[in-house]
């Protein structure tokens, strides 16, 4: 399943991997000025595990009516609820407590998100711009992806998928469209960008930021995390934000609680195995 958004008079709020994050994901809703009923969210999956409430942020999601495509975190509950997976695989305390928290309308509406979704706007390049939770294949056709990797891939190796970071290139460097990727899922590398991608997971839930784009300005708002829920494998890359704008985390204000800078510096290429 797939989906094709329209156009629409207000503004959409792409935002990384919340991943629990519930508190700060109103506070960067804050921070963008984010008008209910006129401008769109879209979330880039993984809503749940890792962080603090993932039932709060998939509540969140039903009330602004949020667009979201879905993530390997969200796959792995859903996975659960359909009893494709063995109880005894779900060790993690965040997914055995979102797992019981979640309702019937929280199950319907994660099990109804689409692998990728493509938005009304172009990119600074001229392509149409499109979301996926992890990554795609170069050379490959949309229809064609692998929706596990599409939830799951970092680097390419000799022309295929993988999920490990330290083997091969990173796939947005090998990415030359025709689609402009807004992605999530490589924590550790931070905010990535290149003319073909943007990379919006900024570790939130490990103590980094919660990291969102405004279309079609394709300016990014970040807001720091309020504490470390979990422990990242790797040190998570220093994201670079105007001193001047970035304070405490625990203001309900968003001129205090959030920076902003322009989407136009250079990627990331750092390693990352943190998701």
């Known amino acids: 399943m797939t989906q094709n958004l329209s156009n629409s008079e207000g503004r959409t709020i792409a935002v990384g991997d919340v991943h629990g994050c519930y508190e700060e994901l109103y506070l960067l809703l804050q921070a963008c000025n984010f008008k209910e009923g006129v401008d769109r969210l879209v979330l880039v999956g993984d809503l749940v595990g890792k962080g603090p409430n993932g039932r709060e942020v998939v509540a969140m999601a039903r009330k602004y009516k949020a667009d979201c495509v879905v993530g390997?975190?969200?796959q792995f509950l859903i996975d659960h609820h359909k009893g494709i997976l063995a109880k005894e695989t779900m060790t993690d305390p965040t997914h055995i407590r979102d797992f019981a928290s979640l309702e019937n309308d929280d199950w319907a509406y994660l099990e109804s998100r689409p692998p990728y979704m493509i938005l009304p706007y172009k990119a600074p390049n001229g392509a149409p711009v499109m979301i996926v939770h992890a990554g795609l294949l170069a050379g490959v056709e949309l229809e064609k992806q692998d929706v596990y990797y599409m939830m799951n891939m970092r680097n390419v190796v000799n022309g295929m998928p993988t999920k490990e970071a330290a083997e091969g290139d990173r796939w947005v460097d090998v990415w030359q469209g025709p689609y402009f990727v807004i992605f999530g899922h490589d924590a550790v590398r931070g905010v990535q960008k290149s003319d073909w991608a943007l990379g919006l997971d900024t570790g939130c839930c490990y103590g980094g930021h919660l990291t969102g784009v405004i279309l079609p300005s394709f300016e990014l708002v970040h807001?720091?995390?309020?504490?470390?829920?979990?422990?990242?494998?790797k040190p998570l890359v220093k994201l670079s934000v105007p001193?001047?704008?970035?304070?405490?985390?625990?203001?309900?204000?968003s001129s205090s609680s959030s920076s902003s800078s322009s989407s136009s510096s250079s990627s990331s290429s750092s390693s990352s195995s943190s998701s």
């Open 72 to 74: 390997n975190h969200d």
């Open 223 to 233: 807001i720091p995390a309020k504490e470390m829920y979990s422990v990242p494998t």
């Open 243 to 253: 001193t001047s704008s970035s304070s405490s985390s625990s203001s309900s204000s």
